[in-house]
């Protein structure tokens, strides 16, 4: 079983970076894709990023492309988040989710979501 907890979400201003971590802490992590959604006050929840259990291939919502990195370490059962450039519109709560046998770039069939961390970009 997934357990997905996220960190690393706060405030920053506009321009800035953070990393975001979605630790996991059942026994097979490795054999999940992994994806983070976000979703801002009054909108639905949307996809970010998302990458398959090796690591080989990553997928991007096109508002985010260039400028967020998604990442996993299978040995630390973690998946990272790395946000550069952020702009005021990346304000949202951040959710970690895992899919066993596909790339979670839905918000249907996903098999367990985090509780999510707040991400506020402002000046």
């Known amino acids: 079983q997934v357990q997905p907890v996220e960190s690393g979400g706060g405030l920053v201003q506009p321009g800035g970076s953070l990393r975001l971590s979605c630790a996991d802490s059942g026994r097979t992590f490795s054999t999940y894709c992994m994806g983070w959604f976000r979703q801002a006050p009054g909108k639905e929840r949307e996809f970010v990023a998302a990458?398959?259990?090796?690591?080989?291939?990553?997928y991007y919502a096109d508002s985010v492309k260039g400028r967020f990195t998604i990442s996993r370490d299978n040995a630390k059962n973690t998946v990272y988040l790395q946000m550069n450039s952020l702009k005021p519109e990346d304000t949202a709560v951040y959710y970690c989710?895992?899919?066993?046998?596909?790339?979670?770039?839905?918000?249907?069939?996903?098999?367990?979501w985090g509780q999510g961390t707040q991400v506020t970009v402002s000046s």
């Open positions: 989710a895992a899919r066993a046998l596909a790339v979670p770039i839905t918000t249907t069939a996903i098999d367990y």
């Open positions: 990458i398959t259990w090796s690591g080989g291939k990553t």
